[in-house]
C-alpha cells in the first residue's frame, strides 16, 4: 500500500513538472484596473477575463482606483514577478501622469514588463451643431481656417488639465498653428454638457461619449485622432488627413511586474492575444466602440516608449502640473 501511494505521488509530481501551464493554471491571476468599476477598462478587462478561464484558468479583478489610477498601478510595479499579478497600463498611467505629477511612486519605463496592448478608443473633434452652423464650420479645414481669421475668439473645453481632452487640443493648437483658450471643467461629463449649451466652442471627446450626440446632430464630428479613420464612423476623416502626423487617442493594455520571466510573459500574451482576436470579443468592445490591438510584448513596450515621449512634450508644453 505504502509503495502504491509513492508510486502515485511521484507520479503526479513528474506531470506537475512536465506540465508547468497546469500547474500554474491551478493558481488564481489577479488582474489589476487602476480605475473603478464599470467603465470601459473595467468592461473590456472582465471581459478578457472570462475569455483566457480556459487557458489560464481564473482571473480575478481587483479594482484599486485613485491618484488618476497610479494607486493601482503602483500596486502591480510593487507585486511578486511570478505571473499571478498583472495590470492595465493605460495612456494615463504609462505616458501622461509621469509628466503631470511632481512625484509619482513608479517609474512608468522600468519597473513594468509588457503583455499586449489590449485596446484603443479614438477621441474625436467636435462641435455643437448650432455653433457650426452659425460660424459656417463643415470641415476641420474650415475650423482652422476660421481661428486664424478670428484670432483669440474660440475657446475649447476638456475634464481637467491634464486630460487627454486637453492634450490633444493643445497638441492640435500647436499643429495647426491657431490659438483657442482653454476651458477646464471637474470632469468629461460637465466638458460635454459645456459644449451641449453652447459655452465653449469645441472639445476632443472620447468617441464612445460623444458618439450618441453626434447620431442624434446634437454635436457635429469634424475628424477622429487617430492615424486613420475609425470603422465606428467611417465617414468622418482624421485630422491626420489635414495635418500629417497628428495621432493622439485613448489606448491600454496589459503588463505585468518588470522581474517577470520571459517565458511567462509570452503564456501570457499568447492566452490574451487569442483572446483579443476571437470574433466574440471583437463583436462585444465594438459596441463600446473599442478597437482591439492585439500585439507582442516587444511592440507594445515599443509603443509605450514613444507614447510616453510625446507626452512629455504636450504635458510641458500645457504647463499642466499636479503637485
Not at 494607486?71 to 497600463?89: M, S
Not at 459645456?194 to 450626440?213: E, K
Not at 485613448?250 to 476571437?278: C, D, H, I, M, S
Request: charged residues 15%; proline residues 7%.
Amino acid at each position: 500500500m505504502k509503495r502504491r501511494t509513492l508510486i502515485a505521488s511521484a507520479a503526479a509530481a513528474s506531470a506537475a513538472l512536465a506540465c508547468p501551464l497546469v500547474a500554474a493554471q491551478a493558481r488564481t491571476i489577479r488582474l489589476i484596473v487602476p480605475y473603478a468599476a464599470g467603465g470601459p477598462i473595467d468592461v473590456t478587462a472582465r471581459a478578457l477575463a472570462e475569455r483566457v478561464r480556459d487557458t489560464l484558468g481564473t482571473v480575478v479583478i481587483e479594482n484599486r482606483p485613485g491618484a488618476g489610477g497610479n494607486i493601482g498601478a503602483d500596486a502591480v510595479a510593487k507585486a511578486a514577478p511570478d505571473g499571478l499579478t498583472i495590470g492595465i497600463a493605460a495612456v494615463a498611467t504609462h505616458a501622461i501622469n509621469p509628466w503631470l505629477f511632481g512625484r509619482m511612486p513608479y517609474d512608468a519605463a522600468r519597473d513594468f514588463a509588457p503583455i499586449t496592448q489590449m485596446l484603443r478608443v479614438p477621441n474625436v473633434l467636435v462641435m455643437n451643431a448650432e455653433t457650426a452652423q452659425r460660424l459656417k464650420i463643415q470641415t476641420l479645414a474650415d475650423l482652422i481656417a476660421y481661428a486664424k481669421t478670428h484670432p483669440a475668439q474660440l475657446n475649447y473645453g476638456s475634464g481637467g488639465n491634464g486630460s487627454a481632452g486637453h492634450l490633444a487640443g493643445e497638441m492640435f493648437k500647436r499643429d495647426a498653428g491657431i490659438f483657442a483658450l482653454h476651458i477646464p471643467y471637474n470632469g468629461g461629463n460637465p466638458a460635454q454638457l459645456a459644449l451641449l449649451s453652447g459655452q465653449v466652442d469645441f472639445n476632443f471627446d472620447n468617441l464612445a461619449t460623444a458618439a450618441p450626440n453626434i447620431r442624434s446632430g446634437k454635436l457635429k464630428a469634424l475628424a477622429v485622432t487617430t492615424a486613420q479613420r475609425s470603422p465606428a464612423l467611417p465617414e468622418v476623416p482624421a485630422v491626420a488627413e489635414t495635418l500629417k502626423g497628428f495621432a493622439i487617442d485613448t489606448w491600454w493594455g496589459l503588463v505585468a511586474p518588470a522581474a517577470t520571466p520571459k517565458e511567462t510573459l509570452a503564456r501570457l500574451n499568447q492566452a490574451f492575444v487569442a483572446a483579443l482576436q476571437a470574433p466574440e470579443t471583437r463583436t462585444r468592445f465594438a459596441a463600446l466602440l473599442a478597437e482591439p490591438v492585439p500585439t507582442t510584448p516587444e511592440q507594445f513596450g515599443a509603443f509605450m516608449k514613444s507614447e510616453l515621449a510625446k507626452y512629455e512634450k504636450l504635458v510641458k508644453a500645457s504647463g499642466a502640473r499636479v503637485d
